[in-house]
């Protein structure tokens, strides 16, 4: 009922993603449970303004260097990223 409540009430998916987190916890980080972080990489989560400055770097790096072709290791893990989550 909380993850219904959140989606009538926000359609924002930093948000969503918030409560989602605050529902359910990190999980296991390397178990087969929900994949989460630790505590101090939750604490970095909850800092708007840390968030809002990798935001802002990413976009920033993406808008310079669309394929991330100056960085292949990064490239490297969006790909596999999408893989993962697209099967493409």
Not at 30 to 55: C, H, P, S, Y
């Amino acid at each position: 009922m909380k993850r219904l409540r959140a989606l009538e009430k926000s359609d924002d998916g930093f948000k969503l993603a918030e409560a989602d987190l605050e529902n359910r916890g990190a999980g296991d980080l390397f178990g087969r449970k929900q994949w989460g972080v630790t505590d101090l990489g939750m604490e970095a989560l909850k800092n708007v303004k840390l968030i809002q400055a990798a935001r802002d770097e990413a976009q920033a790096l993406i808008a310079c260097d669309p394929t991330l072709s100056n960085y292949p290791a990064l490239a490297k893990r969006v790909a596999n990223a999408r893989q993962e989550l697209h099967g493409e």
